[in-house]
């Protein structure tokens, strides 16, 4: 088993950390990278390598994902195999655990094992809130839920090192991105709980709930902004084509179909466009398809809704275009602006 520690400006929790891991498994291969500490830290490696760790150094600081990223690198050039840890600096991960969530990782299988906190007792509240946050969004996103988003203790097989080093994402946000890619393309995810750590109030963490989580709730506002101005759009247009043609099934279809192409042209370029390698002719049919069929539902939940059980319009139209408009951002994140094939 390996265990891949990334560490930014550690201090001697690392160290112990190394020691109690060596105490349990004296044969562990662990692997430290220092993402750009600084001369200042430099004993702390020279001391964890003295140890018998490979020490990876960037010579400046580039995100927690990079540091992964050139762990598994490392990993793929020697050509590992078996299972690979990723535990945090801090002292945050108990060996117990390190050890367990390697231990639960199956070798040769499309999945991964996540050390799952459950928050209980006495929890920072910039921890408690980035996770609720992110759990929130993934499981929105995803339809998958998971108890600890944000857990730094997650363990795989060493097949995976392709497909984790092809995950986008330089910092905390490629942790989210794993977990939102492998749920893409049908990676099991196996959650196991472990101890809830934080010493001194979590203050050595480097995570920004708000800065960090950025890019994990970007796409979902921007998919928010794209169907607002296309419903605002569609509104527009439905009143003047009816004043002028005095055809309400031309003006609803004729504006719909405009209003539709704007959306899809937002989606494309703006909200997906960092996984939309795909081309138009293979997205835009699955869009007109998706479309007809948001069409459909939304006429027949409002004809359930307003005409059976005589819920007034207004609010029928509420309780139609909140799951509806989840269901449209599942799909278009999940079939239609995506590579359905993670190597190509």
């Known amino acids: 088993m390996y265990v891949l520690i990334p560490a930014y400006e550690p201090d001697m929790r690392m160290i112990a950390l190394i020691e109690s891991l060596k105490e349990t498994n004296p044969q562990p291969g662990i692997i430290i990278v220092d993402d750009g500490s600084g001369a200042c830290y430099e004993e702390l490696f020279q001391t964890a390598s003295r140890m018998g760790c490979i020490v990876l150094t960037h010579e400046t600081n580039r995100g927690k994902g990079c540091a992964l990223k050139t762990g598994f690198s490392y990993l793929k050039g020697i050509g590992a195999s078996g299972e690979v840890v990723c535990a945090d600096s801090d002292g945050q991960h108990l060996p117990k655990d390190?050890?367990?969530?390697?231990?639960?990782?199956?070798?040769?299988?499309?999945?991964?094992?996540?050390?799952?906190?459950?928050?209980?007792?006495?929890?920072?509240?910039?921890?408690?809130?980035?996770?609720?946050?992110?759990?929130?969004?993934?499981?929105?996103?995803?339809?998958?839920?998971?108890?600890?988003?944000?857990?730094?203790?997650?363990?795989?097989?060493?097949?995976?090192?392709?497909?984790?080093?092809?995950?986008?994402?330089?910092?905390?946000?490629?942790?989210?991105?794993?977990?939102?890619?492998?749920?893409?393309?049908?990676?099991?995810?196996?959650?196991?709980?472990?101890?809830?750590?934080?010493?001194?109030?979590?203050?050595?963490?480097?995570?920004?709930?708000?800065a960090d989580s950025a890019s994990v709730y970007l796409p979902f506002l921007k998919f928010s902004g794209s169907s607002l101005i296309s419903g605002a759009v569609d509104f527009v247009l439905v009143l003047l084509l009816h004043s002028l043609s005095s055809s309400l099934i031309l003006a609803v279809w004729g504006v719909r179909c405009i209003s539709a192409l704007l959306n899809y042209t937002l989606n494309r370029n703006v909200v997906f466009f960092k996984e939309s390698g795909i081309r138009h002719r293979t997205a835009f049919p699955r869009y007109a398809l998706l479309a007809v069929l948001i069409a459909c539902l939304n006429y027949l939940l409002l004809f359930l809704l307003y005409k059976k059980a005589g819920i007034p319009l207004p609010l029928a139209k509420i309780l139609t275009e909140i799951p509806l408009f989840l269901l449209s951002y599942w799909s278009q994140k999940s079939f239609i602006f995506t590579l359905l094939n993670p190597n190509g």
């Open 98 to 210: 390190i050890m367990r969530v390697g231990s639960c990782v199956e070798p040769d299988s499309r999945s991964m094992v996540l050390g799952g906190r459950r928050f209980s007792g006495k929890v920072p509240l910039r921890s408690r809130f980035g996770n609720s946050a992110t759990r929130f969004v993934y499981a929105r996103s995803t339809g998958v839920k998971i108890h600890d988003t944000q857990t730094g203790l997650r363990g795989y097989s060493t097949d995976m090192l392709d497909f984790l080093l092809e995950v986008p994402g330089e910092r905390f946000e490629y942790e989210m991105n794993v977990l939102l890619t492998a749920a893409k393309y049908g990676y099991a995810i196996k959650e196991i709980t472990i101890d809830t750590v934080y010493l001194n109030n979590n203050e050595s963490s480097h995570f920004r709930p708000i």
